[in-house]
């Protein structure tokens, strides 16, 4: 069983820009949450979604935005990057999300660096 | 809010040498605590979790942690490491009750002489 993808793997973007990430979750899991690492903030919880909505949003400002589609396939977007955005962002995914535990499985993750 | 704290940033063990990795939690109830590990450029793997009954749990790689409530404490040992076990470490703890969305400590960094 193929394991969770992330494209692209590297991003270069400049301050101002907007970027558009994807998550190809396992097959047959219908939950993605999404996290950004950092060396300054550690690993840090974005939002959750199961069945085409979000069912959990962490703590980050509305630049940072998300969607899941009827295959369960999921992209985030950060618009008006800042250099803070850089960062490696890592999507999860699990059979039933958040409400019940399933073990969540880490895709590679796409390395974002703002200019 | 729950909170989780790994003090040591970098660990240097020997290959051969038994390990261990401190994790603190903060949290009111009874808490789901895990650990994952990150090797360079990839994600992260779940290596165990607690969720009650016995506080000694078994995970994969050879590892095991130990839950202490009176010590908020959820320690990740192991009795040989092997070179590949150098990798970033990361404590994790969930509320549960509705959210199972881990607040994750700041990771440990394991290197590994031979």
């Known amino acids: 069983k193929a394991g969770v993808t992330q494209t692209p793997r590297y991003l270069i973007k400049t301050r101002g820009q907007q970027v558009t990430l994807s998550c190809s979750p396992i097959?047959?899991?219908?939950?993605v949450s999404w996290y950004q690492q950092t060396p300054g903030q550690g690993l840090q919880f974005l939002f959750e979604?199961?069945?085409?909505?979000?069912?959990n949003k962490g703590n980050f400002p509305g630049r940072f935005s998300g969607r899941q589609f009827s295959n369960s396939r999921s992209e985030m977007n950060v618009s008006t990057l800042e250099l803070g955005d850089s960062a490696l962002y890592l999507c999860?995914?699990?059979?039933?999300?958040?409400?019940?535990?399933?073990?969540?499985?880490f895709g590679p993750g796409t390395r974002l660096t703002v200019l | 809010a729950q909170s989780v704290t790994q003090p040591d940033i970098h660990i240097t063990v020997s290959e051969g040498a038994s390990l261990e990795l401190r994790c603190n939690y903060s949290?009111?109830?009874?808490?789901?605590l895990f650990w994952y590990v990150q090797s360079p450029g990839q994600g992260l793997q779940l290596l165990l979790k607690?969720?009650?009954?016995?506080?000694l749990v078994q995970g994969i790689k050879g590892f095991e942690a130990e839950f202490k409530r009176s010590q908020s404490s959820f320690n990740l040992r192991k009795p040989s490491v092997h070179w590949s076990d150098a990798a970033e470490y990361f404590c994790?703890?969930?509320?549960?009750?509705?959210?199972?969305?881990?607040?994750f400590g700041r990771g440990t960094s394991l290197i590994v002489h031979p």
């Open positions: 999860a995914s699990s059979l039933t999300g958040a409400s019940s535990y399933n073990e969540q499985f």
């Open positions: 097959s047959g899991h219908r939950s």
């Open positions: 979604y199961f069945s085409e909505t979000q069912r």
């Open positions: 949290y009111g109830a009874t808490p789901y």
């Open positions: 607690y969720f009650s009954g016995d506080t």
């Open positions: 994790a703890v969930a509320s549960g009750g509705g959210s199972y969305i881990p607040t």
